[in-house]
């Protein structure tokens, strides 16, 4: 995660030669990098709500609220100072509305492999269908000009946190 961010600084913010990989290798090594992010985090939402599971909702809210903040900053700086490499939804800006979502499918434990798996297939196919809002930008819909340096819409994104999610509870409760 390191190198590729170093790489993509030096590349796109200080127009400095690359660290000489090809473009093929900087896209694989970042998605993956996220995949693994993604599905990390919902193992961990996983053993945090079984933990603490009276907690679970406001623990939920403040992580929404930082990283919310943080994601609205993030944001504005970009927007203003790096029009450019513009961020308008992350995977902070994800990160802040699973806080929330996630809250929704603790209960249905390992049925969240199905659900994220659907959402992963749905995610796949939506972007093949670009709109003329951008309402629907943390959903994957988007008008066909839209760029966002770092975009993590909730389709097909939340569909591997839900998996890890639910691989977690089968793991724990079979």
Do not use: C
Not at 6 to 31: A, M, P, S
Not at 43 to 48: K, M, P, Q, R, V
Not at 100 to 122: D, E, P
């Amino acid at each position: 995660m390191i190198l590729f961010h170093l790489n993509y600084i030096l590349e796109n913010v200080f127009h400095t030669v690359d660290l000489q990989f090809l473009d093929t290798f900087w896209f694989i090594l970042g998605r993956s990098v996220a995949l693994i992010f993604i599905l990390v985090s919902g193992i961990s939402f996983f053993l945090s709500a079984e933990k603490n599971s009276s907690q679970i909702v406001r623990k939920g809210i403040k992580r929404f609220l930082i990283l919310g903040t943080v994601a609205a900053l993030i944001s504005v700086v970009t927007y203003i100072f790096f029009y450019e490499q513009r961020i308008s939804f992350g995977i902070i800006h994800f990160f802040a509305l699973v806080s929330l979502l996630a809250l929704l499918f603790t209960r249905l434990g390992s049925w969240n492999i199905l659900i994220g798996m659907s959402i992963i297939v749905i995610g796949n196919y939506m972007w093949r269908f670009p709109l003329h809002t951008s309402f629907l930008i943390p959903f994957g819909l988007h008008p066909a000009d839209y760029y966002s340096a770092d975009y993590y819409p909730l389709f097909p994104w939340f569909g591997y946190y839900l998996i890890g999610f639910g691989v977690a509870h089968w793991l724990v409760n079979r």
